[in-house]
């Protein structure tokens, strides 16, 4: 089981940007589906971006146009490239991939919070 670690949260004015990152324990070459995950205080988790082997990105409707998913094989990443950030945007960020048929466990997150 690839075990991954999200970084790169913090404090972000809005409009600004962040690069967020999700470094995998070992080889992710076999991973198919990889994705980033969000929950604001009193709401359910939600799918912010996923990516697939050979390229297809998909985006929830609230980010599309401003969130870029990408990985890295070679360097066991994944990152989620945040532009043009709204308060909206403020959350903990997940990263999972899809093993063994299921998303995986979720570990502690970044956190990412949107306040002039």
């Known amino acids: 089981q690839v075990q991954l670690v999200e970084s790169g949260g913090g404090l972000v004015q809005p409009g600004g940007s962040l690069r967020l990152s999700c470094a995998a324990s070992?080889?992710?070459?076999?991973?198919?589906?990889m994705g980033w995950y969000r929950q604001a205080p009193g709401k359910e988790r939600e799918l912010v971006a996923r990516?697939?082997?050979?390229?297809?990105?998909n985006y929830g409707e609230s980010v599309k146009g401003r969130f870029t998913i990408s990985r890295d094989n070679a360097k066991k990443r994944m990152y989620l490239q945040m532009n043009s950030l709204k308060p909206e945007d403020t959350a903990v960020y997940y990263c999972?991939?899809?093993?063994?048929?299921?998303?995986?466990?979720w570990g502690q997150g970044t956190q990412v919070t949107v306040s002039s």
């Open positions: 990516i697939i082997s050979g390229g297809t990105t």
């Open positions: 070992e080889s992710i070459f076999s991973i198919n589906v």
């Open positions: 999972n991939a899809i093993q063994n048929g299921v998303w995986g466990s």
